[in-house]
């Protein structure tokens, strides 16, 4: 791969300034300085360096994200800030989110640039379970449990809902477990009931769940074993 590309893929910077920065001797390959912007290297074995810091090769990035209150799931919009706008990196107009969290939802959400892997979190046919935790402005009835498992429908809509797990840990709290991602569905589904959501944060997609170490606005990149459990 030419120098200039690898490193503008890699930072985000302009392949023009790149070549700026390379007449001030900030490039390095192997110890040495470099000026030629179409020298080749070797991703795999050269290191390469820029202001004296190592530059990793190009690749895909997977992160978690624990979204605050008042961000949209999205990687540009006119009127509120985004969820990318939590992430201080290189290239953060890459990445995309893998699936939608209402506006006023908290909790975990998966950015990456990889679009097999996204695909793979938001497909229906994957069935892969999320997990929330609600409050709710009324008490839950137990017989909302065997409603959720058994799918109920949804105003406006006429197919039933896929079966979901309600955990019911206090009168006004929940835990819910889906398969699907309708249009504000948790809230859809305890509106049915003749119930309100008052609060809703995510915690668990497949199997990634949200780093309590993480606070809200924070993230992480993910670990090798969290990028892989998503895969067949």
Not at 62 to 87: E, F, I, Q, R, W
Not at 110 to 139: C, E, F, M, N
Not at 140 to 164: D, N, S, Y
Request: proline share 7%.
């Amino acid at each position: 791969m030419r120098l200039d590309k690898y490193l503008s893929q890699a930072t985000g910077i302009s392949r023009k300034d790149i070549r700026r920065l390379m007449r001030r001797d900030d490039v390095s390959v192997n110890g040495m300085a470099v000026r030629d912007p179409s020298l080749h290297i070797d991703p795999e074995a050269d290191e390469v360096c820029l202001q004296d810091q190592p530059v990793e090769a190009p690749g895909h990035r997977y992160l978690m994200v624990y979204k605050p209150v008042g961000y949209v799931s999205a990687s540009d919009d006119p009127t509120h800030p985004t969820v990318n706008s939590l992430v201080d990196l290189p290239r953060q107009d890459s990445l995309h989110c893998c699936g939608r969290l209402d506006i006023d939802a908290t909790g975990l959400v998966l950015l990456t640039d990889d679009g097999q892997w996204s695909h793979r979190i938001t497909s229906p046919r994957h069935k892969l379970a999320k997990s929330y935790r609600v409050t709710t402005a009324d008490p839950i009835e137990p017989e909302a449990v065997a409603t959720f498992a058994e799918g109920l429908k949804l105003h406006g809509e006429l197919k039933r809902t896929r079966p979901a797990r309600l955990e019911i840990l206090s009168a006004c709290e929940a835990v819910v477990e889906l398969t699907e991602g309708r249009y504000h569905q948790v809230k859809r589904m305890f509106a049915a009931l003749g119930n309100r959501v008052l609060s809703l944060h995510r915690q668990r997609i497949g199997p990634i769940e949200l780093d309590p170490e993480l606070a809200p606005g924070d993230y992480r990149y993910l670990t090798e074993s969290e990028i892989h459990s998503i895969l067949p």
